[in-house]
C-alpha cells in the first residue's frame, strides 16, 4: 500500500477562507479569483447530481456536500445489505481533515439530520415494497 500523492489543485476554498481573505486584506483579484473557484466547485458538484435538481437553502450547501463526501462511511446489515448509520468514526476523520474546528459540531449535526432524513426514506421504501 502505498502513500496517495492528492493533486496540485485538490485546494477546495469555502466562504470562510473569503473572510479571512477580506480580514486579513487580500488583493481584491485574489478575493474575486477565490469565489469564482467557489462558484466553479458549486457548478461541478452541481453537474454531479446527474440532473436531479432540488432546491437547497445556502446556508445548507455545505452539509450537503460533506454528506456527498461521506457517502463511503455507511454501515450496513451483513444480512440484508441495509443502511444502519454512519460511520461516525469515518465521518469524525473526514471532518477533522476538512473542516474547521470551530464549524464541526453544526456540520455533525447536520450529517445526523441527513443520516436520520434517509434512514427514514429508506424505510418508507422497504414498507412499500412489502405492501
Known amino acids: 500500500m502505498g502513500i496517495r500523492e492528492e493533486p496540485a489543485d485538490a485546494w477546495l476554498p469555502d466562504e470562510d477562507v473569503l473572510a479571512c ?8 483579484k485574489d478575493i474575486n479569483a477565490v469565489r469564482a ?3 466553479a ?5 452541481r ?3 446527474n440532473g436531479a435538481d432540488f432546491p437547497v ?3 445548507n450547501w ?3 456536500m460533506a454528506f456527498q463526501d461521506v457517502q463511503t462511511q455507511w454501515v450496513r446489515s451483513s444480512f440484508s445489505g441495509q443502511r444502519m448509520g454512519l460511520n461516525y468514526a469515518g465521518v469524525n476523520a473526514w471532518l477533522d481533515r476538512f473542516i474547521r474546528r470551530t464549524r464541526r459540531k ?6 445526523q ?12 421504501l422497504a414498507d412499500k415494497e412489502r405492501r
Open 21 to 28: 481573505m477580506h480580514a486579513f486584506g487580500a488583493p481584491e
Open 37 to 39: 473557484r467557489i462558484e
Open 41 to 45: 466547485q458549486r457548478e461541478a458538484l
Open 47 to 49: 453537474g454531479e447530481l
Open 57 to 59: 437553502w445556502a446556508e
Open 62 to 64: 455545505d452539509v450537503v
Open 106 to 111: 453544526n456540520m455533525f449535526a447536520g450529517l
Open 113 to 124: 439530520l441527513m443520516e436520520r432524513a434517509v434512514l427514514v426514506a429508506d424505510q418508507e
